[in-house]
């Protein structure tokens, strides 16, 4: 079993940064493939980005590509989400989840453990 815990949502203004984090507790997650997930109220959830341990690679929507970096610690066990120039449509819950398996994938079907999600809000 493994717990998500995000934080580092909050309220910025449009241009403004952010850094999220996610730390996992329980089973050792170093060779887990991470993501990060968003919900904006009245849409779906969707892919933002993802790390597979495998080869390192790493993964992300075109919408945050070039503004977001997703890295991690495995010595932390801390995934973190570096969100720059931020947008008002990047306001969402924003969510972190877990794949028992070393390559990450887009879909959220793919991942078996997840945070509760933190808040960001970008005021334009």
């Known amino acids: 079993q493994v717990q998500l815990v995000e934080s580092g949502g909050g309220v910025v203004q449009a241009g403004g940064s952010l850094r999220l984090s996610c730390a996992a507790s329980?089973?050792?997650?170093?060779?887990?493939?991470m993501g990060w997930f968003r919900q904006a109220p009245g849409k779906e959830r969707e892919f933002v980005a993802a790390?597979?341990?495998?080869?390192?690679?790493?993964y992300y929507a075109d919408s945050v590509k070039g503004r977001f970096t997703i890295s991690r610690d495995n010595a932390e066990n801390t995934v973190y989400l570096q969100m720059n120039s931020l947008k008002p449509e990047d306001t969402a819950v924003y969510s972190c989840?877990?794949?028992?398996?070393?390559?990450?994938?887009?879909?959220?079907?793919?991942?078996?453990?997840w945070g509760q999600g933190t808040q960001v809000t970008v005021s334009s």
């Open positions: 790390f597979s341990w495998s080869g390192g690679s790493t």
């Open positions: 329980g089973r050792t997650f170093s060779s887990y493939a």
């Open positions: 989840a877990a794949r028992t398996s070393s390559t990450a994938y887009r879909a959220s079907r793919a991942y078996h453990y």
